[in-house]
């Protein structure tokens, strides 16, 4: 998965897409510059890839996750409006190494945590195990609000972030694109 920002990013909007990164195996963050969503499409399929995560700006912070798949044309999946992001450094003064290992998605929030863990490419797992991940995304609903943190093999059950929280979303397209 390629891992973008909107094309006029605020430092923190690309930062928390390097979280991103260092947490999602596989994943690749390209500055963007003035490439449009043809342009990424194209370069996911340069990079032997099927799918575009685009952070996009509210404020100055990181306000959507636009979801984008890609195969020989490309859609949009899903947006995601996020609002209360804290950044992998204002969990913990450490900084990670990219995760390479097995990635989890620990889904306690429904079908909104079905669709990013499938976007995502994480398994499927019922507890916070990190014998078996290096890396897991925790979804979950508090107070009718969708939440979202990662945690890492390296700290055993404190969050590292980045976390975030789910204030809408708009599912486009269910089925997959061939």
């Known amino acids: 998965m390629i891992i973008t920002t909107s094309r006029r990013p ?5 930062t928390f897409g390097r979280d991103l990164e260092r947490n999602i195996p596989g994943s690749t963050y390209i500055t963007r510059g003035k490439k449009g969503i043809r342009d990424l499409a194209d370069l996911a399929l340069s990079h032997g890839v099927n799918k575009v995560l685009v952070v996009g ?4 912070n990181p306000g959507k996750l636009l979801f984008l798949e890609v195969n020989y044309e490309w859609r949009w999946v899903a947006f995601l409006s996020i609002n209360n992001v804290k950044l992998q450094r204002e969990h913990l003064p450490v900084r990670f190494k990219k995760a390479r290992g097995r990635f989890g998605v620990l889904n306690e929030a429904g079908e909104i945590g079905e669709i990013v863990s499938e976007f995502l490419g994480g398994e499927q797992t019922n507890e916070l195990n990190l014998r078996e991940f290096e890396s897991i995304m925790r979804i979950w609903t508090e107070e009718d609000v969708v939440r979202c943190t990662f945690y890492r093999r390296e700290v055993p059950r404190e969050r590292v972030g980045p976390s975030f929280s789910i204030t809408g979303w708009k599912i486009v397209a269910k089925e997959r694109l061939h």
């Not at 605020?10 to 690309?14: E, K, L, M, S």
């Not at 700006?57 to 100055?60: A, E, P």
């Open 10 to 14: 605020t430092r923190r909007v690309r």
């Open 57 to 60: 700006v509210t404020k100055g």
